[in-house]
């Protein structure tokens, strides 16, 4: 049902109708002016507001592109710059697939198996079995860990890489629970042996909980690196994209070149084709990895250089919006990544995310 509008002079009878007058007309006129006056909030549920009640949160999930390798700030932080009052959320890990990135996101579930088939009351308990080493990856030793559920059990879920003996991963009850409104109870230490049945789901509550926010999803460099199939990265943005909330609020970033897939490469090609691809699918959605123009280029206060010039030529991301490491031919800098982040700006502003 539409809102009712207040009455303007010289508009019809029938153009609009106030709050006051609906009540009137419906058999409420026996209800003082006082009554209706201190009932704000009783209209405001009759007659509902235009008040945006969306959850405010940009959730940012990718690779270390997300995080701002060889920049000083992730992605989210530079996009947070145009959005005051808005929270975001950066889920990022350096080397990652697609799929395990979808993983993080909510997209494709998570399923494992635990040694001994129960948990061991609160201590941690390995895990023999899982469907994608999803807090993995092969560029560092850091330790990653998630919270979620398995068996009905508030639990984490952690990566450790130790050396010598390699990567493990425990699941581990939460003992005390630091909110008292969830569903899922600590484990109590009067039942020890929850049963995990092989194959289990574990339902991660970052996932869960930002299935509402608006999400932007830089999925498929690392798998175009090391040549995996792109329907594979083409699968885990659509399983993505699936589990958000309606009504969906997103965006699907592009793959950017690295900076030796220059135009006239079998690389840039097959960059391209794909990003061809994403666009047709997601239109609106999608943020292009393509070169910066002049314009982008002056609202962040950069002139570029001869080489750069050369560079936007080839297809690709100047020299100078590149990690200061000459050995990485992947990751920006601060330039590199303000582009990044206006082009998602714009488009939040644009699709009113």
């Not at 007309?25 to 009640?53: E, Y």
């Not at 975001?88 to 001994?116: E, M, W």
């Not at 508030?154 to 890489?161: D, E, L, M, S, V």
Request: net charge neutral; hydrophobic share 35%; proline share 6%.
């Amino acid at each position: 049902m539409k809102p009712f509008q207040h009455t303007n002079p010289g508009r019809s009878a029938q153009a609009g109708m106030s709050r006051r007058r609906f009540f009137r007309q419906t058999g409420a006129a026996a209800l003082s002016t006082i009554f209706l006056t201190s009932c704000d909030n009783l209209l405001d549920k009759i007659v509902p507001s235009k008040k945006d009640d969306r959850d405010k949160t940009l959730a940012f999930f990718g690779d270390s592109l997300t995080i701002g390798t060889g920049g000083t700030r992730s992605l989210g932080d530079w996009v947070g710059d145009a959005f005051s009052g808005r929270p975001t959320f950066t889920d990022g890990i350096n080397g990652q697939i697609a799929l395990s990135i979808a993983i993080r996101q909510g997209g494709v579930p998570l399923t494992l198996s635990v040694a001994g088939g129960k948990f061991d009351g609160t201590n941690p308990v390995a895990v023999t079995k899982l469907n994608n080493e999803f807090l993995s990856t092969p560029l560092n030793s850091n330790v990653y860990s998630k919270t979620g559920t398995l068996a009905g059990v508030k639990c984490t879920i952690t990566r450790k890489a130790l050396p010598d003996v390699g990567e493990r991963y425990t699941v581990q009850p939460v003992t005390k629970a630091a909110e008292t409104d969830t569903a899922n109870k600590p484990l109590s230490e009067t039942q020890p042996d929850i049963p995990v049945p092989d194959d289990s789901v574990f339902e991660l509550e970052d996932a869960v909980r930002l299935r509402t926010a608006t999400q932007i999803l830089w999925y498929g460099r690392n798998d175009m690196t090391w040549g995996q199939p792109t329907d594979n990265i083409l699968s885990a943005i659509k399983s993505s994209v699936a589990y958000i909330a309606e009504p969906r609020r997103y965006l699907v970033l592009g793959i950017l070149p690295a900076s030796t897939e220059n135009k006239g490469t079998e690389r840039y090609a097959k960059v391209t084709a794909f990003n061809d691809d994403l666009a047709m699918l997601y239109r609106d959605s999608y943020v292009p990895m393509t070169p910066p123009t002049d314009s982008e280029m002056n609202a962040i206060g950069f002139t570029p250089s001869t080489e750069d010039l050369e560079d936007i030529e080839k297809g690709n991301f100047p020299r100078r919006m590149r990690a200061a490491n000459n050995t990485d031919e992947i990751h920006l800098n601060n330039f590199g990544y303000q582009i990044v982040a206006n082009r998602v700006v714009r488009k939040i502003k644009d699709l009113k995310y």
